[in-house]
């Protein structure tokens, strides 16, 4: 029993003390008195271990609702994050769709103004090889597609068919070195030609000296070449340069139409350069 009592004292005295206040308190019941040098001793030493042990108490209490408030905010944090990036995609894909249908009812207005037979395609492939700057679109002989006819959009001309398969097609872009179009100024109907130079402007060649262009005019297509109806936009007369001497006056064209970002064409026909069914899809451009 001593042993215990050795072993346990500490607590038991701390126990003593800690009862005591509440032993007294009972015995006095609700009669006041004033605290004696007893229990001014022990609350004296038991007021910081009280203090101590709310202390840890409410701190615990605290770490453990902050704990639990912090992980249902995270959590609607994630979820909050997740809903934000399904909205953000739905938004993209609608904003794409929306542009989408905006090009195509442009495209099929266009359509409707321009005479004789009418193909929309997509584009589909662009080739790699700089020696012809060409695309592929997703139409073919199938949908009555052939060498020869001129693919356009509703800003102005994009290139010739140069190649025709089932189901698609090949287009020699206006920017290809090898492409001529036969083209007007539209203001003073002076006459000229369109080269291409590759990825950039047009040239205007064989327009004479003596003929009314100036920088800014609009160039369109002449419908001389067979190839291309007229009236078609080609672009912008650039950088006009006008000698002193010789026949021809120089300048470039800006083309209407980007076609490093082609996404929907028109493949329109023409009596002079649409080929029949059946021929043969080989051939340069005209």
């Known amino acids: 029993m001593l042993s215990l009592l050795k072993r346990y004292r500490r607590p038991l005295l701390v126990g003593i003390l800690l009862l005591y206040p509440l032993a007294a308190f009972l015995v006095s019941g609700r009669r006041g008195r004033d605290p004696n040098f007893i229990d001014r001793g022990v609350i004296a030493l038991t007021a910081p271990v009280q203090q101590g042990l709310t202390a840890t108490i409410d701190g615990a209490v605290a770490a453990v609702r902050n704990y639990l408030d912090l992980r249902g905010v995270r959590q609607e944090n994630d979820a909050l994050h997740l809903e934000n990036l399904q909205l953000r995609s739905t938004v993209q894909v609608l904003g794409e769709t929306r542009a989408e249908n905006g090009r195509l009812r442009k495209l099929l207005a266009y359509a409707e103004a321009v005479p004789g037979p009418e193909v929309p395609a997509r584009v589909v492939g662009v080739n790699p090889v700089a020696k012809l700057l060409s695309v592929r679109i997703s139409s073919g002989e199938q949908d009555g597609v052939f060498r020869g006819m001129s693919v356009v959009t509703p800003d102005g001309i994009v290139g010739q068919v140069i190649?025709?398969?089932g189901g698609y097609a090949d287009v020699a872009l206006v920017t290809d070195p090898q492409?001529?179009?036969?083209?007007?100024?539209?203001?003073?109907?002076?006459?000229?030609?369109?080269?291409g130079a590759g990825n950039g402007p047009l040239t205007l060649e064989n327009m004479l000296r003596t003929e009314d262009v100036e920088d800014g005019d609009l160039i369109i297509t002449s419908g001389t070449d067979g190839i291309y109806?007229?009236?078609?936009?080609?672009?912008?007369?650039?950088?006009?340069?006008?000698k002193e001497h010789g026949m021809f006056q120089r300048a470039d064209i800006l083309p209407a139409v980007?076609?490093?970002?082609?996404?929907?064409?028109l493949v329109v026909g023409s009596p002079y350069s649409a080929m029949a069914p059946g021929a043969t899809a080989e051939g340069s451009q005209k």
């Open 163 to 165: 190649r025709a398969t």
């Open 179 to 195: 492409s001529r179009v036969a083209v007007r100024v539209q203001r003073s109907r002076a006459r000229g030609t369109a080269a």
């Open 258 to 265: 980007d076609t490093s970002r082609l996404e929907e064409v």
């Open 229 to 242: 109806p007229p009236g078609l936009v080609v672009g912008r007369v650039t950088h006009l340069e006008k």
